[in-house]
């Protein structure tokens, strides 16, 4: 069974860090591209973060970029979103997915992060 959980969200000041973390199972988590993606109350899905099988090229979102770093750990089938100077536009449920050309998307339930003003 495919399964992608995250964990880490919740209350941080505006400024404050938070840690995201995904957990992954059910499938050759080490050939698939991962990225984060956030919904904001109202608002679309959008991209936030993405890293390659092998973890040697990421890409952000020009809201995340100089603030947000993706990595992964493919031995524990872990990717994580470390999120600093975090802002009130922040606030959103953050969600892991995990992407390969031949195969659909996988994606985990979310988290919700808030960043209080």
């Known amino acids: 069974q495919v399964q992608l959980v995250e964990s880490g969200g919740g209350l941080v000041q505006t400024g404050g860090s938070l840690r995201l973390s995904c957990a992954a199972s059910?499938?050759?988590?080490?050939?698939?591209?991962t990225g984060w993606y956030r919904q904001a109350p109202g608002r679309e899905r959008e991209f936030v973060a993405s890293?390659?099988?092998?973890?040697?090229?990421?890409k952000y979102a020009d809201s995340a970029k100089d603030r947000f770093t993706i990595s992964r750990d493919n031995a524990n089938k872990t990717v994580d979103l470390e999120m600093n100077n975090r802002k009130p536009e922040d606030t959103a449920v953050y969600y892991c997915?995990?992407?390969?050309?031949?195969?659909?998307?996988?994606w985990g339930q979310g988290t919700q992060v808030t960043v209080s003003s």
């Open positions: 997915q995990a992407h390969v050309a031949w195969s659909r998307d996988y």
């Open positions: 059910g499938f050759t988590f080490g050939l698939y591209h």
């Open positions: 890293i390659t099988p092998g973890g040697g090229i990421t």
